[in-house]
């Protein structure tokens, strides 16, 4: 690249060419890792990463299949800088594990971090991220579900060096060999990062020496700045004001409760979260780097679908965390699945915000996208068995994340991935064969789940639903994690909740048990299947007005049997089997008054004789406006509430219980038509988890004296 910059500023055809010369170099370190790990999760489930930092740690450029990765590969480099400063050199090579101190996304997810040096300045950084299948600690893949303290959870590595000058350190490897399970196994996985690091760091070389040190700084500077400017921009047409959800994090029988407020503020976005609960003694604590590591690049699906991921999206996006809570927790808190229970919810709650805002914000880009709430769902099983000489053998299984994602306000969703907009890159399935061929399994069936989803007028893919059991051995053992056991992705507009994470074991007696979310010790004999099925997200729009043609479609697929057609749907067949569309359309009109009866009443109601303004509608909400002061229900013209009140408590409300004394569907009707607007989930006792205030509807207030001449 023989290029110069002028007048000290970089060129943006030479940023581009940059950073598309970064991917392929990221790519290349990637198909290394590949080409020469040995499990399974990272050659076939693809669950590694490579982030390209500048020389301070801003993250450049990123590849790999696992976004959440590159926030906290790049905020181990910055931990790494801060630990070593000036006393890093050419040739050394770093290693780190541990959230506490300067690790990834949590202790099984381990990050190499190679600096890059050309003549003699430090110029760049790469780091790899990989999933282990072990790092030690109480049970065997680490996944410690019964731990209270982060020590009992794995080996714990800050940022230490595996190389010095070039030169192997021995000490750490045999640190890690001692205490790590199938140690020679997990060994190749790690020296197949150290090996994409290589392979990256000889390219970048290359590429910054042939273009200079300074030059590739500016540019990538450019790339930053130009991708914030841009994300700023989207930004600014949102309306201010805030725009609240609720996060539930479960745990056993219980639910821990993280409010989530989104703060809107010209071209500045701010989530806070200090209403945590304190941090627990419970493997689901997190770091504020995780969670925004977590939560950021689904954010930038929402604001500038397809820009490149870099340090901008990190940089505006604003997080207010406490220490010592659950998403900020400190030593020695358990941190086993940091990146999965809390801050998943948490992503979620912030992805809802953030839809709220959009879709109350008529100039906002992105409105074209409107769906239910993300779905952060995950059902993951760690597995062991004795080989021979008694030796155990540790493997993860992680289909238990290929959920269904959530619908849209136009279209349906997708099955066997969280995400209508995916992000160009999410985990593979691993081949049947190969996971056969590499571990004692059979697998009796996989595909998606029949019945159980997100019902609305657009409904929610399907999760996978997958069973395998052991052969050639008498058992295998798992520890099982998973999310949304109890507690399902909402949905938006009036659709309704998806299906949960559900894991069972048929023995082969032909007995059926359920397994807990979080269980320790589950046996699996031969004879016996073990059983996943996936979550899903929520449906949009009420159910009540899917098209007929859908629903016998469905009905065709097998992804709803008659019963639910005909309560879900109102669907009215003849005694053959078609369509009678006289009868829908009156049973479905029947359905609606049979809410508004068996609903209380709104908590607020319009005087009579109150009119209208005749301001132009604005968004609230999918299916409620803004009408100068007043919230109305956009098809009937239904007063909901005047500002700055909250349009939900002018609705009719019904509750019925998902888990008896816990969670409850709240669902809230038109007050005229019995049309259903939101369908929202919560635990019992609490008010709704959403609210929408953009400062247009603050600022509608009537004055008083303008209240008092009201009728």
Same mark, same amino acid.
């Given at each position: ?10 060129d ?7 950073r598309?010369?970064?991917e392929a ?41 696992v ?25 050394d090579?770093?290693?780190?594990n ?11 997810d ?13 110029? =760049? !950084? ?17 996944? =410690? ?12 590595l800050?940022?230490v ?25 997990v060994e190749?996985?790690?020296r197949?990062?150290v ?13 910054i ?7 590739f ?11 914030e400017?841009?994300?700023r ?17 479960? !745990? ?44 950021t ?12 991921l ?11 965390c ?10 020695? =808190? ?5 990146h ?43 597995w ?11 493997f ?5 994340a ?58 929610s ?6 069973s ?43 007995a ?37 043609? %859908?629903?016998?479609?469905d ?70 406006v803004? %009408? ?13 509430a005047?500002?700055?009140g909250? !349009? ?8 019925s ?24 989930v ?14 247009? !509807?603050?600022?509608?207030a009537?004055?008083?004296?303008a ?5």
């Amino acid at each position: 690249m023989n290029v110069q910059l002028q007048r000290g500023r970089a060129d943006p055809i030479v940023a581009e060419v940059l950073r598309t010369r970064l991917e392929a170099i990221g790519q290349e370190a990637g198909a290394a890792v590949e080409q020469t790990a040995i499990s399974p999760i990272v050659t076939e489930s693809k669950d590694y990463s490579v982030t390209i930092c500048d020389a301070a740690g801003a993250l450049i450029s990123a590849t790999g299949v696992v976004e959440l990765h590159f926030g906290a590969a790049a905020h181990a480099v910055r931990c790494t800088i801060e630990r070593y400063g000036d006393d890093i050199g050419q040739g050394d090579l770093f290693i780190a594990n541990d959230p506490h101190s300067g690790g990834g996304l949590h202790p099984q997810d381990v990050v190499v971090q190679q600096p890059v040096f050309v003549e003699g300045q430090l110029v =760049a !950084w790469v780091a790899l991220a990989a999933h282990m299948m072990d790092m030690g600690g109480m049970v065997p893949g680490s996944s =410690a579900v019964m731990a209270t303290e982060c020590f009992q959870e794995a080996l714990r590595l800050p940022p230490v060096r595996l190389k010095r000058r070039g030169e192997e350190i021995t000490d750490v490897w045999d640190i890690m060999r001692t205490n790590i399970r199938t140690a020679h196994l997990v060994e190749m996985d790690l020296r197949s990062l150290v090996i994409g690091a290589h392979v990256a760091e000889t390219k970048l070389e290359q590429l910054i020496g042939g273009m200079g040190a300074h030059l590739f700084a500016a540019s990538a500077r450019l790339l930053i700045d130009s991708a914030e400017k841009v994300l700023r921009d989207h930004i600014s047409a949102i309306e201010d004001g805030s725009y609240s959800s609720t996060a539930w994090v479960e !745990w056993g029988d219980s639910l821990f409760k993280v409010p989530c407020k989104l703060e809107v503020m010209g071209d500045r976005i701010r989530f806070d979260l200090r209403e945590a609960p304190p941090q627990t003694p419970h493997f689901f604590n997190s770091k504020d780097y995780i969670i925004r590591a977590v939560m950021t690049p689904l954010l930038r699906q929402l604001l500038a679908p397809g820009l490149p991921l870099n340090q901008a999206i990190y940089s505006v996006v604003e997080l207010l965390c406490t220490p010592g809570t659950l998403v900020h927790s400190l030593v020695p =808190a358990p941190i086993a699945a940091a990146h999965m229970d809390a801050a998943g919810a948490v992503a979620s709650a912030a992805i809802q915000c953030l839809q709220l805002a959009i879709h109350a914000s008529p100039n906002a880009g992105g409105r074209q996208f409107n769906t239910a709430p993300l779905i952060a769902a995950y059902g993951t099983g760690r597995w062991s068995y004795r080989g021979e000489g008694g030796q155990r053998h540790v493997f993860t299984i992680i289909d238990g994340a290929f959920a269904g994602s959530a619908a849209a306000q136009d279209r349906d969703g997708v099955d066997l991935n969280r995400s209508l907009i995916p992000a160009g890159s999410s985990l593979e399935y691993a081949d049947i064969e190969i996971l056969e061929a590499v571990y004692p399994l059979i697998f009796h069936e996989r595909r998606n789940r029949i019945g159980d989803h997100g019902y609305g007028e657009y409904r929610s893919g399907s999760g996978c639903l997958e069973s395998f059991g052991p052969h050639g051995i008498d058992e295998i053992v798992g520890n099982m994690t998973g999310t949304r056991a109890w507690f399902p992705g909402e949905g938006a507009g009036g659709g309704l909740p998806g299906a949960t994470t559900r894991f069972r074991v048929h023995r082969a007696s032909g007995a059926v048990e359920e397994v807990k979310a979080q269980s320790v010790g589950v046996t699996v004999g031969a004879g016996d299947r073990f059983e996943t099925s996936c979550a899903s997200g929520g449906g949009f729009g009420d159910p009540l007005e899917r098209t007929p043609a %859908r629903v016998i479609a469905d009905m065709r697929d097998r992804r709803l049997d008659r019963a639910t057609a005909e309560a879900i749907y109102g669907i009215a067949l003849t005694p053959s089997g078609e369509l009678d569309e006289g009868a829908t359309e009156a049973r479905r009109e029947a359905l609606r008054a049979e809410r508004l009866a068996a609903a209380r009443p709104p908590l607020w109601q319009a005087e009579p004789g109150l009119e209208l303004s005749e301001s132009p509608a604005l968004p609230l909400y999918p299916g409620v406006v803004q %009408r100068g002061p007043f919230a109305v229900a956009d098809r009937s013209g239904a007063i909901l509430a005047i500002a700055p009140g909250d !349009w939900l408590d002018g609705c009719a409300v019904l509750d019925s219980p998902i888990r008896v004394g816990e969670v409850q569907l709240r669902c809230y009707f038109d007050p005229l038509s019995g049309r259903q607007l939101y369908a929202g989930v919560h635990r019992s006792g609490e008010r709704s988890s959403i609210a929408i205030a953009p400062e247009r !509807w603050v600022r509608a207030a009537p004055r008083e004296e303008a209240r008092d001449e009201r009728p």
